[in-house]
């Protein structure tokens, strides 16, 4: 399986379009997933997918194996979350083990957050405090191409402003890390002053790849929101405002929002754009379509889940 660190060195300019799932919480919708949902997906031909790691390290096994899964059955590249959370650094180990053992050659390196309600992130006992030290354990144990996680906004437990997190993001990529895959945003101007100054002022080299996230819902957007951190700039949030809890026009506008923020973030020259799917099929079909994305075969982008 290829590693996405060739992906980005061989896109010779060409988008590299990548999907990110978590794993299914129940078996109907695992067979909701495999059966509808990454079929038509698949069809807009990833470069590769990845698969989260549940809060708490709760998804350890599934997620492993449903990177495994989608690698057999789709022969497409899948990248696997790995947190600090919940294990000691021999722990971690060996699960790197078993995921190279498995032919899983590419690795999203993370710190985790803290469990719900708690402010501060606690190490495990015998594990790893910061993400840094997982990317430094990984490249010991070698055999893996590996993402860390960076926050156009800064991070939010980042007390010492933004300038600070971007300098400890050039830490996880001086310990090894070959690209970097952002936290969703939903103003680009913060994307470019944040890769202007890893690229200009910290002399980062490694592809800076965008995360982009359709907006579906006022409810799923304040959820995530809450979540991770990240806002949402005025103008939007007035035009969200106005459409309320009428999902379906929320949708449509999340839609055209997000095909109006890549072709912006594609016309200023990123290496790709990595799609928080959600594990839904449409918004992400229909942001592609508009963007002029090509499907194999010949199903349109209406009517998938
Ligand atoms: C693309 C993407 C995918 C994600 N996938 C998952 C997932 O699958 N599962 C999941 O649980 N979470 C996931 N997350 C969320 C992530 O785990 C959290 O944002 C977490 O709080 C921080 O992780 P990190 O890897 O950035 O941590 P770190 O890089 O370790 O940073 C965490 C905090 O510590 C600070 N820090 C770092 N180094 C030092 C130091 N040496 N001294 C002092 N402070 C320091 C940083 O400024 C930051 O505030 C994802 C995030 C992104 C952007």
Redesign the pocket.
């Known amino acids: 399986m290829r590693s996405i660190r060739e992906i980005y060195d061989a896109g010779g300019g060409s988008p590299v379009y990548s999907f990110?799932f978590?794993t299914p919480r129940t078996a109907e919708a695992e067979a909701q997933f495999f059966g509808r949902t990454f079929p038509a997906l698949l069809r807009f031909s990833p470069a590769y997918c990845?698969?989260?790691?549940?809060?708490?390290?709760s998804t350890r096994e599934k997620?492993v194996s449903m990177v495994d899964r989608i690698q057999r059955e789709a022969e497409v590249p899948c990248m696997m979350?790995?947190?600090?959370?919940g294990a000691t650094r021999d722990e971690i180990g060996a699960l790197l083990d078993t995921a190279r053992a498995l032919g899983i050659r590419n690795l999203?390196?993370?710190?985790?957050?803290?469990p719900a309600g708690t402010a501060a992130?606690v190490p495990s006992p015998g594990g790893l405090?910061?993400?840094?030290?997982?990317v430094s354990l990984a490249r010991e144990r070698g055999g893996f191409a590996i993402?860390?996680?960076?926050?156009p906004e800064?991070?939010?437990?980042?007390?010492?402003g933004k300038q600070?997190?971007w300098?400890?993001?050039k830490?996880?990529i001086d310990c090894g890390a070959d690209f970097v895959?952002?936290?969703?945003f939903f103003e680009n101007a913060w994307f470019y002053e944040f890769r202007d100054y890893l690229v200009d002022r910290l002399g980062v080299r490694v592809p800076i790849v965008p995360?982009v996230i359709p907006i579906v819902s006022g409810a799923q957007i304040r959820r995530i929101l809450g979540l991770?951190?990240a806002s949402l700039p005025e103008a939007l949030r007035k035009e969200l405002d106005a459409l309320g809890d009428h999902d379906d026009a929320v949708a449509a506008f999340g839609i055209e929002h997000a095909a109006a923020q890549c072709r912006d973030l594609l016309r200023h020259g990123v290496p790709g754009i990595?799609f928080?799917t959600m594990n839904r099929a449409q918004p992400v079909m229909l942001i592609l379509d508009r963007l002029g994305v090509s499907i194999r075969g010949r199903t349109p982008a209406g009517g998938a889940p």
Do not use: W
């Open positions: 990110e978590f990845s698969v989260t790691y549940g809060a708490g390290g997620t979350h790995l947190t600090c959370v999203l390196a993370l710190r985790g957050d803290p992130f405090r910061y993400a840094h030290e997982l993402g860390v996680a960076g926050f800064g991070h939010m437990e980042c007390r010492e600070a997190d300098g400890r993001l830490a996880k895959i952002t936290q969703l995360g991770c951190g990595h928080y």
